[in-house]
């Protein structure tokens, strides 16, 4: 089967740096992605990772290595507004790439 | 417009009654995807269309649920004589169709989402 493991929710300090880790059992991988989502609002699409190694983005940085199955979100620099709910989502089918598997996410709470 | 829209943006419904949630993807956009989010669960996917097809609706719960899209565009999500277990957010996103063989996932942009409550 397909599975995604997300811990369900961590807390952090303004100001801080935080590490949100993914890890994927599924049947195959074209790319790993992290979306944000805060609280009644949709997902919005953070990163994509399809090769290994770490993918910088300003204070979000993303890393992948398909031989472990696992991500990590890095986030720098906490802000209040970075509170939200961060998803992981794993396409793993190499025909039918559009079907997304998704983890539970993990809420993140920021603490002043 | 700019995003993806959908509507209505809540709806509360009777046990047994039909309803239609409404998507409206973003323009040029070829592939549109339904989801559906139960509080603090992942997303299930339900349904994607490339354009009017629809080739994968393995991941609609029941034979109550449907969905269509007309012009390439706007679809709608059908939940006949729902349940209270159909209460949930229902999100729909669209993309781009895929342009090279190292970036085969588009990534999908999401709707505000429509919060469907059967009492």
């Known amino acids: 089967g397909q599975n995604i493991d997300q811990p369900t929710e961590m807390t952090a300090t303004e100001g801080a740096i935080v590490q949100i880790n993914c890890t994927y059992q599924?049947?195959?991988?074209?790319?790993l992605f992290w979306y944000q989502q805060h609280a009644g609002e949709a997902p919005t699409f953070l990163s994509y990772n399809v090769l290994d190694g770490l993918e910088e983005k300003g204070r979000f940085s993303s890393f992948l290595s398909r031989s472990k199955g696992y991500s990590y979100l890095l986030l720098k620099e906490l802000q209040m507004k970075d509170s939200a709910s961060y998803l992981c989502a794993v396409s793993p089918f190499m025909d039918s790439n559009y079907q997304l598997i998704w983890g539970a996410g993990t809420k993140l709470i920021i603490k002043p | 417009g700019a995003g993806v829209s959908q509507s209505p943006s809540n709806k509360v419904t009777e046990k047994g009654k039909d309803v239609e949630l409404r998507c409206d993807p973003i323009?040029?956009?070829?592939?549109l995807y339904w989801y559906r989010q139960s509080l603090g669960q992942g997303l299930e996917f339900l349904i994607y269309f490339q354009g009017n097809s629809a080739p994968d609706k393995s991941g609609l719960p029941s034979d109550r649920f449907s969905a269509e899209r007309t012009g390439g565009s706007v679809s709608t999500l059908t939940i006949q004589r729902t349940q209270q277990e159909d209460s949930a957010v229902y999100l729909c996103?669209?993309?781009?169709?895929?342009?090279?063989?190292?970036?085969?996932?588009?990534?999908?942009?999401f709707g505000p989402g429509t919060r469907l409550t059967v009492l």
């Open positions: 599924t049947s195959g991988f074209n790319g």
């Open positions: 323009s040029g956009h070829t592939a």
């Open positions: 996103a669209s993309s781009l169709p895929s342009v090279s063989w190292d970036f085969p996932t588009d990534t999908q942009y």
